[in-house]
Each structure stands twice: as C-alpha cells, then as structure tokens.
T-cell receptor, first 116, second 110 residues
Framework: NAGVTQTPKFRVLKTGQSMTLLCAQD?????MYWYRQDPGMGLRLIHY???????AKGEVPDGYNVSRLKKQNFLLGLESAAPSQTSVYFC???????????????FGPGTRLTVL | GQQVMQIPQYQHVQEGEDFTTYCNSS?????IQWYKQRPGGHPVFLIQ?????EVKKQKRLTFQFGEAKKNSSLHITATQTTDVGTYFC??????????FGPGTRLSVLP
C-alpha cells in the first residue's frame, strides 16, 4: 500500500497562475482533507470531504477549490495564485469505520508551493 | 472560534533529559490527538485521548488529558536523538473538525 500520495512535490508559480494539487489514497478511506502548514501556525484545514462527490469548507477556504469525483482522489485547485498562498500543503485521509471523529488521520508527504 | 495553543514553541534539551509540551484549548474538547512531524516530513499519528483525566503511555512517552478536557500534555522521559521533531496536538469539539495547535519543536543535543 502506498498510503496517501501527493503530486507534485514542489511547484513554483507566478502570481495569477493556476494549478491543481492531486491527492490519492489507497486505503479506501471515506474522509479526506487538505491542510496548509505555515511556520508557527500549525496545520490549518482548507477543505475536506466526507465522501465521493461531497466537499465542505474548512478554516481557511478562500482562494481554493476542491473536487472529489472519485473516492480515492481529492483535488485542490488554486484559480489565481497569490504570494499569500506560499505554503506547504498536506493531504490527509481517515477511515469511516466506527466513529470517524475518533480515527487517526494519515498524511501525505506534502507539496511545497511557492508563489512569486 | 476554537483555539488550540501549545507551549513552549521551541525546546532544546540535552540527550537524556526529560521533555514536556502542553496543549491548551479555549473550549472543552471531545477528544484530542497527538502527532509527530520529523524535520522535512509529514505528521504521523501518535495517540488519541478521549476520557477526562485519561493517561496513556507509549514506551518513554506519556500522554495526559486534563480533568476539564481543555488541556493535555505529552511528556518524554530520557529523550533520544530520534525524538527530534515537532509535536502537534489536535483538539476536536463535538460536531467539529480537529483544530491543530502550532506545535512544539524539540531539538535534542547528543
């Protein structure tokens, strides 16, 4: 099992450009999450999904869109990148077995994004 | 909104010394999780606490959930260089998503 994978690993964008980050998991998890990590601020939830075809806003959703067309994939889009979106982006997934709120999150290796 | 704080922000210890990080929430939590992130790596789940006053141990690591379920601590006995990394707590209120604290970065000098 590969667990949670993310592509790309690194990316440099110019202000105003768009891009999509791909997250894939092979654990048949229902729940998937996108976080951003900035120095001294921990992990902040951008968007999440509780199942195929459903998405919801997290703590810092502005400037991002997501889609969950397939259960195993969760895409994060930046339509018009801004320097404030320079960050490390982590995808995570968790099981729906028993009570989902009590299940650990499995994180991907991260994508380091720089917006110039 | 819910806030989760951690202290200290950084801790430098000599190998063999003990280490403690504290996690405090502005609201009562349903459960709390702890994660470890090695430098350049991704967060990895360590443990979850659910009950008031709960104490759990993993080898040299001891986790505690406060009686009021608003704070938690992680204590490492006799640190080793393999303990280096950032330790995050993540707290959850009923019906809400987990909120991560800013983390405590631990460095261990050999």
């Amino acid at each position: 099992n590969a667990g949670v994978t993310q592509t790309p690993k690194f990316r440099v964008l110019k202000t105003g450009q768009s891009m999509t980050l791909l997250c894939a998991q092979d654990m048949n998890h229902e729940y998937m999450y996108w976080y951003r990590q900035d120095p001294g601020m921990g992990l902040r939830l951008i968007h999440y999904s509780v199942g195929e075809g459903t998405t919801a806003k997290g703590e810092v959703p502005d400037g991002y869109n997501v889609s969950r067309l397939k259960k195993q994939n969760f895409l994060l889009g930046l339509e018009s990148a801004a320097p404030s979106q320079t960050s490390v982006y982590f995808c995570a997934s968790s099981s729906s077995l028993s009570n989902w709120a009590y299940n650990e999150q499995f994180f991907g290796p991260g994508t380091r994004l720089t917006v110039l | 909104g819910q806030q989760v704080m951690q202290i200290p922000q950084y801790q430098h210890v000599q190998e063999g010394e003990d280490f403690t990080t504290y996690c405090n929430s502005s609201t009562t939590l349903s459960n709390i999780q702890w994660y470890k992130q090695r430098p350049g790596g991704h967060p990895v789940f360590l443990i979850q606490l659910v009950k008031s006053g709960e104490v759990k141990k993993q080898k040299r690591l001891t986790f505690q959930f406060g009686e009021a379920k608003k704070n938690s601590s992680l204590h490492i006995t006799a640190t080793q260089t393999t303990d280096v990394g950032t330790y995050f707590c993540a707290g959850r209120r009923d019906g809400q998503n987990f909120v991560f604290g800013p983390g405590t970065r631990l460095s261990v000098l050999p």
